[in-house]
């Protein structure tokens, strides 16, 4: 564990890349025992919730994680260099056409997808209909991907994660609710 003071106005736990746990606590606390005790409490509770979690080691020398699957490396690219790239083809090449029939059947259709790497979200949907998706969803079974495009698709005709959104999603995806536990249970490295 470690401690970091710093001028903020509001302290946070964290977990590391490392997987190690970090607080930062605002410099003027840096004295107050008690409060130091209930964040490292709070800290040790997301650490448990984070050690729960699947950690899937997604690109090694030799392998990479494609669509759940195991694949050499040398199968993929020709260059590491240029895996981020050929990843980001790869999950807009599934993703696209998904997405084309899903606009369809909601008869609302979008403006463009990217493919972006991001650490806090796994897909997005902005107001003016541009999709977005997590390069490290490849990496997923595609059942998982699956459902992410239809959540986010859904989020073309319902901006909100209302009862009415859910109603929706499930229309498309029945099983959303084990499909989205799943999908939250993954670490990916």
Known sequence: MEII???IRHAYAKITKEGNLQLCIPSRLRDNQKFK?????????LLLRYNKKNHIQSVTDEYVLLFGEQVPLQEVTSSPKKLATELKHILYDYAKPLFDEYSEKLKTPYNE??????????GSCTSDQRMM???NLVHLPTRLIQYVIIHEACHL???NHSPRFRNLVEIYCPNYKLLRKELRSFILK
């Open 5 to 7: 003071y710093k001028p």
């Open 37 to 45: 005790e209930q964040l490292l409490e709070k800290g040790e509770k």
């Open 113 to 122: 997808l990217k493919i972006r790497k991001v650490t806090a979200k796994w």
């Open 133 to 135: 998706l997590n390069t």
């Open 157 to 159: 005709k319902i901006k």
